[in-house]
């Protein structure tokens, strides 16, 4: 029986590769480098060949959205897909467990800060650092936000999986299909409304009681919130269980909602970094001093976002989002970030070793043009030498006009990771968007402008395909998304997609966190020139 396994093949097994290419005749007689080409090859003949492949869409149901690496809040017009609003609900964990305010407290004030992501760009002529803002999505106009104490009770582990299963909660504001999470749940008390909350890349300036500039910090949402709830809420409960230890404040203060809205069709969509140690809830307050006759003591109580933080995704879309052909293929590829769009890849019609001695289908076929194989199917010499395989994909410019992502991410969808080429290629931390460059090639702008058209996608599988012909892979479906950081994919499992029937996919968390959305020609293109192919550079002996 003809089968496929993903393996790795052993010192022993390559050095008699390397000898079969030396003793066959039908194989390779010298390899002057590593990179054969005309220039410098005497007995091959370097050539390359393009192969039909077939694409079509996949929609994401609702993904699971809990303990993301960065949670998104804001809302985003996209030119196609239309909006999407991004809310979230989170903990707070107390900085300190059954605490002694002292006498006399007087809470001055409470100030809720999370930092924008950002990089530092130079020095004002004030000798204030210069920044500018990232991970912001669209334009940056005022929203409504509105924040609430909520009644809904944040779990860390699922009761009904098995032990320290953590607990998945859905971007449509669900645990599972049967058990959504109600509104008036999340909306349990308000506590401020900030009518026109505006995004600024200007630092955050304090001032000391004589008005003089104590401190600047980077940009940031900086919202005054009321002393009133917060004394009653925090302070006046000194002493009681509720703030003894933590699993008694979380059963209290269950958790806080984030609600954005837009004004006038209009907003900002942010990533924020909760788990910062600079975004938090800090309540100032005074205090009777222990010394008799001094001045009264400065003090403060800091809340922060705690493990357990769910974002929900509202989408309004324009267009509809359905399933495709998964037979023939679609003539387009709709991906759209969050719950939204995905394509799918079928190398070679999908096919893998078949038990038919008698007749090969198209994966066997192609196989058969670079590798000799036993009745089995399994390798047993090379004809040709892969250099270089590619997935190319077209932007349609007729649709997508701007706004389109730098990064698209491919993965295995059968096994839910990343391809052998993205742990090959090098990482990029300082700046993640030319990350991985080699296997995910950056999108292909008109003139190298980086605010020109979208042209194309070149993604380097050169290492997929060997395996395909060396090592007996399994020719497995391949996943397409838009990405908003491809080094999250290297160490971070993808995440739960929640489908209709109680069954559960998988999505790259990259895509989760970008609203992002692009459309690609697909293989029913009625545009030839701009169908995604498969290309494959290879060299061969020169019959003699």
């Known amino acids: 029986m003809k089968s496929f396994k993903l393996s790795l093949q052993n010192t022993a097994a390559f050095l008699l590769i390397l000898i079969a290419f030396v003793a066959c005749d039908t194989d ?26 077939i694409t079509y869409n996949q929609v994401v149901a609702p993904v699971q959205s809990n303990n993301l690496a960065v949670n998104m809040l804001g809302y985003y017009e996209d030119p196609i897909y239309g909006a999407t609003t991004a809310n979230f609900v989170s ?10 305010f002292g006498e006399n407290v ?24 210069d920044y500018e803002l990232d991970s912001i999505f669209g334009g940056i106009d005022p929203m409504k936000l509105s924040i609430y104490e909520s009644n809904y009770f944040l779990r860390t582990f699922d009761p009904n999986e098995e032990f320290n299963t953590t607990q998945a909660y859905f971007s449509n504001q669900s645990l599972s299909v049967n058990d959504p999470i109600g509104d008036d749940q999340l909306e349990a008390t308000l506590i401020h409304v900030e009518d026109t909350l505006e995004v600024s890349d200007e630092p955050i300036t304090l001032f000391n009681t004589e008005g003089e500039v104590s401190l600047n910090q980077p940009p940031a949402i900086r ?7 917060w004394k009653q809420k925090i302070l006046d409960l000194e002493g009681e269980t509720v703030l003894s230890n933590s699993n008694n404040f979380y059963d ?41 006759g001094a001045d009264r ?20 879309y324009i267009i509809p989002l359905t399933n495709g052909d998964d037979i023939n293929g679609d003539n387009r590829l709709y991906l759209k970030g969050g719950e939204g769009s995905k394509g799918v890849i079928k190398l070679f019609n999908g096919d893998d070793l078949d038990d038919d001695q008698n007749s090969l289908n198209t994966f066997e076929q192609w196989k058969s043009e670079f590798v000799d194989v036993d009745e089995n199917g399994k390798f047993i010499s090379q004809k040709r030498l892969i250099n270089e395989a590619n997935l190319v994909f077209y932007v349609d410019q007729n649709i997508v006009q701007d706004n389109e992502p730098n990064r698209i991410f491919l993965y295995d969808m059968d096994n839910n990771t990343p391809l052998v080429d993205y742990f090959l290629d090098s990482q990029n931390t300082v700046l993640p968007s030319l990350s991985v460059g080699n296997h995910l090639g950056i999108l292909q702008r ?5 605010t020109g058209k979208g042209i194309k996608y070149k993604l380097r599988i050169t290492e997929h395909i060997k395996n395909l012909l060396l090592n007996d892979s399994t020719n497995v479906k391949l996943g397409l998304t838009v990405s908003s950081n491809v080094n999250l994919e290297g160490s971070i499992t993808q995440r739960k997609v929640q489908n209709s029937d109680g069954t559960f996919d998988s999505i790259p968390i990259s895509s989760i966190i970008t609203p992002r959305g692009t459309v690609l020609h697909g293989n029913n293109t009625t545009d030839e020139s701009k169908r995604v192919y498969l290309e494959i550079y290879y060299t061969e002996p020169e019959n003699n």
């Open 297 to 316: 003591e400065q003090a403060t109580y800091v809340l922060r976002f705690g493990q357990v933080r769910v974002n929900f995704l509202k989408n309004d």
């Open 446 to 450: 008109e003139d190298d402008d980086p």
């Open 91 to 100: 903990q707070l964990n107390s900085s300190l467990l059954d605490p002694d």
């Open 28 to 53: 390779f007689a010298t390899i002057d480098s590593d990179i054969v080409n005309p220039d410098n090859a005497t007995n091959f003949n370097s050539q390359s060949q393009d192969y039909s492949i």
């Open 223 to 229: 919202i005054k919130l009321d002393t009133t709830y």
């Open 106 to 129: 007087v809470l001055d004030s409470v100030v809720l800060t999370i930092p924008f992501f950002n990089r530092t760009v130079g020095v004002t002529e004030e000798n204030t650092v």
């Open 252 to 292: 209290y203060f269950r958790g806080i909602y984030f609600k954005a809205e837009p004004i006038n069709n209009k907003g900002t969509f942010m990533l924020l970094n909760l788990a910062s140690q600079s975004a938090n809830i800090t309540l100032h307050y005074t205090k009777d001093p222990f010394t008799e």
